[in-house]
């Protein structure tokens, strides 16, 4: 079976868009897990010390390094 130019070129634009999509997909899931971590720490350490922003700045950092390694810091 042969594909035409036309073809192709309509198979190639529907798989990018799938990828596109999926892509947009992971990366929405990624942003809300990131923002879910930063909340959680925030609470947890305004638990204890409401206003310690040093403390969380260097747990946030630990915490990226050990969850989102893809983060350039």
């Known amino acids: 079976m042969k594909i035409t130019k036309s073809q192709l070129k309509q198979i190639i634009k529907e798989e990018l ?20 971590e930063i909340k959680n720490l925030h609470d947890a350490i305004g638990r204890d010390k409401p206003d310690h922003l040093e403390l969380f700045e260097d747990y946030f950092k630990q915490n990226v390094s050990n969850n989102f390694p893809w983060i350039n810091k």
């Open 17 to 36: 868009g799938n990828l596109n999509e999926a892509d947009a997909n992971w990366w929405v899931k990624e942003m809300e897990r990131v923002l879910t």
